[in-house]
């Protein structure tokens, strides 16, 4: 058997309710949503009867579903299921250090605290959203978006899917010559202009953040967004660098299975990341994890082989 991944959910995922049968259910689950609880009070009451609307705002967003992503992880592990490598897409890398010990989860839930703020503070400066672009090569999005001052390709999510970042204005107009270059383009679910230099600032005002943060070395290898590579001891210049750069997660899940996973599990909402890698590559399983029956049909696949 290969290697087994557990890669945590980004924004746009949330929902409300998410996680309510894992805190209900599972003792791990429940210990990571009173941690949050202790640290931000109304979190769990936000996650489970918060509006869209609220749960929108990236500065809820953010500690939200690093709660929920952590808690699906925690259940995850508390079945038994072994895990060798860790990946989070954007918001979800703080999951993932979190899990792999380099920080405890109340230091991890602090900074993503403050990280949301940072950033929901950074978007409200500029009027800038995000679009996924769909059935084009990352250079003709590349060269698309060079057409334009303030629009920058941001997520490098698998072939044929690449998010950019922009102004509202020059969005709509590139919306228009993605689908003159034959592409579609699909407005995301999230608060801004992320992983783009509209960040610059929050990226400024986290290092701060992290300058009183201790970093350990990870108990499983994990997987950084700038880098595609695994980290080093140089926590505090990924992090802060990962507000403002390019997620390079297509690149980062072929490493993985160049290192021989072959196992992928998405912990938190929705199946967005399965999705990315079923699409990177045919030959790996992947699994969710967001509830009691995906959680209970992830362990099964898992230890049947299937």
């Known amino acids: 058997m290969g290697k087994v991944v557990v890669m945590f959910a980004g924004q746009g995922t949330q929902h409300p309710g998410m996680g309510r049968e894992l805190y209900e259910k599972s003792p791990a689950a429940r210990e990571v949503f009173d941690c949050a609880e202790k640290i931000r009070p109304g979190t769990i009451e936000q996650i489970f009867s918060g509006s869209d609307e609220e749960l929108a705002q990236t500065k809820n967003t953010q500690p939200c579903v690093f709660c929920v992503d952590l808690a699906a992880a925690a259940a995850l592990k508390e079945a038994g299921i072994p895990i060798d490598m860790l990946a989070g897409f954007s918001l979800g890398e703080l999951a993932a250090l979190a899990f792999s010990s380099a920080v405890t989860y109340e230091e991890a839930f602090r900074l993503v605290c403050r990280r949301a703020e940072l950033m929901q503070k950074a978007s409200e ?148 990341l399965c999705g990315l890698v079923s699409r990177i590559s045919d030959k790996v399983r992947v699994f969710n994890v967001e509830d009691l029956d995906s959680l209970k049909k992830t362990v099964e696949g898992v230890n049947s082989g299937a």
């Not at 929050?202 to 499983?220: D, G, Q, Y």
């Not at 992090?239 to 072959?262: C, F, H, T, Y």
């Open 125 to 272: 400066a500029i009027d800038a959203g995000m679009v996924a672009v769909l059935k084009l090569s990352d250079d003709k999005v590349i060269s698309l978006c060079a057409e334009f001052e303030q629009v920058y390709p941001v997520n490098f999510n698998c072939p044929g899917q690449v998010v950019i970042a922009g102004v509202k204005d020059q969005l709509e107009l590139l919306k228009t010559r993605v689908k003159e270059a034959g592409g579609r383009a699909m407005p995301l679910k999230v608060g801004g202009g992320f992983h783009s230099p509209f960040m610059a600032s929050a990226s400024v005002e986290f290092a701060e953040v992290l300058s009183n943060t201790e970093f350990k070395t990870p108990e499983i290898p994990l997987y950084s967004n700038v880098t595609a590579e695994i980290y080093g001891d140089n926590f505090r210049e990924l992090l802060e660098k990962q507000i403002k750069s390019p997620v390079l997660w297509g690149r980062a899940v072929e490493n993985m299975i160049l290192a021989g996973a072959d196992t992928f599990i998405e912990a938190g909402p929705g199946k967005t």
